[in-house]
């Protein structure tokens, strides 16, 4: 009888260490061996990629008045090099004028603007006039932009 119970013993013991070796080959081959596959696939569990707007707008007080309020506003800005290239500076001069109300003379300078070694400015921004604009006249400048495509356009063929 006391075979028996060593035999069970030493079966049972058996038993458990071969669910034990395999446990290990196991953990292993998911750490070790398939180990940065798994890996990859948490991360991408892990992660997701939200944009969060910014909350922008109005700027109130602690009893909720309105202290300050945004309101889109775009800048007008002339690239001088594109304008010389396409020979459209008295287009642009009398357009602007038109839409934005700048001194012509104002506008000539900003339109033929070169740099210290003589090449014509990619950007200037056109001051006063051309700063905070509202959605009508930036309509109006978008139109003009577009007129004056069409008449490139026409002007190549």
């Known amino acids: 009888?006391?075979?028996r119970i060593k035999l069970r013993a030493l079966l049972l013991g058996g038993f458990i260490t071969l669910l034990f070796v395999v446990l290990l080959i196991r953990v292993f081959t998911l750490q070790v061996v398939k180990g940065q596959d798994w890996h990859e696939r948490a991360v991408f569990q892990w992660t997701k990629k939200v944009p969060?707007?910014?909350?922008r707008g109005m700027?109130?007080?602690?009893?909720?008045d309105v202290l300050?309020?945004?309101?889109?506003?775009?800048t007008v800005i002339?690239?001088?090099?594109?304008?010389?290239?396409?020979?459209?500076?008295?287009?642009?001069?009398?357009?602007?004028?038109?839409?934005?109300?700048?001194?012509e003379l104002e506008l000539k300078a900003l339109v033929t603007a070169k740099d210290?070694?003589?090449?014509?400015?990619v950007n200037r921004e056109?001051?006063?006039?051309?700063?905070?604009?509202d959605e009508a006249k930036k309509a109006r400048i978008d139109d003009f932009n577009k007129e004056l495509k069409t008449q490139l356009k026409k002007e190549k063929k």
């Open 59 to 64: 700027i109130t007080d602690r009893n909720g």
């Open 78 to 103: 002339v690239n001088p090099a594109v304008i010389h290239e396409n020979g459209l500076e008295n287009e642009i001069i009398e357009g602007m004028h038109n839409i934005l109300g700048k001194d």
């Open 126 to 133: 056109v001051r006063n006039e051309g700063w905070k604009i």
């Open 1 to 3: 009888m006391i075979k």
């Open 68 to 74: 300050a309020s945004d309101i889109p506003a775009y």
């Open 52 to 55: 969060i707007p910014a909350t």
């Open 116 to 121: 210290r070694k003589g090449k014509y400015h």
